[in-house]
């Protein structure tokens, strides 16, 4: 009997070597029909950074409402912004405008989160402490 181990081995060696003649299935990276100056990579960067970068929207779009600090974590928005900015930098080594564009508004994003995080919580303490001097 086969152990588990020796069959995930089997399938590891059997997938590389499937792969390996894959070069044909490779798309190339044409000029996009929609938009001839992008490569087709390009546009389908855009589309995806679009998803990703807009993902931290709600929270902040749901903060501004309320007002509110609550239910915000600023040190997550804080961590994603500060590396985001390596994804600007590595957009720019690797000349991908996408990564770029994306990451640029991702960090302002991110930092704008913070900023008003940071906005509500002090004006919730004033608010705590002008109400705990009114009950002393």
């Known amino acids: 009997m086969t152990s588990p ?3 995930l081995c089997l399938l590891c060696v059997l997938g590389a070597v499937g792969l390996s003649g ?4 490779v798309v190339p990276d044409t000029q996009s029909l929609l938009i001839p100056r ?8 855009l589309l995806a950074g679009f ?3 807009f993902a931290a929207v709600p929270d902040l779009i749901a903060m501004l409402r309320r007002q509110s600090s609550q239910g915000m974590n600023p040190r997550m928005a804080a961590i994603m912004g500060t590396f985001q900015i ?3 930098y590595y957009g720019l080594l690797i000349v ?4 770029v564009l994306w990451n640029l508004i991702a960090v302002l ?17 004033g608010h705590a402490a002008r109400a705990a001097q009114t009950h002393a």
Do not use: D, I
Request: glycine content about 4%; some cysteine.
């Open 5 to 7: 181990r020796c069959l």
């Open 38 to 45: 992008l490569q087709r990579s390009e546009v389908f960067g």
């Open 51 to 53: 998803g990703t970068t």
């Open 86 to 88: 390596l994804w600007v």
């Open 109 to 125: 994003t991110n930092f704008f989160s913070v900023a008003a995080y940071l906005h509500y919580a002090r004006r919730e303490r």
């Open 22 to 25: 894959c070069e044909e299935l």
């Open 96 to 99: 991908s405008r996408p990564v």
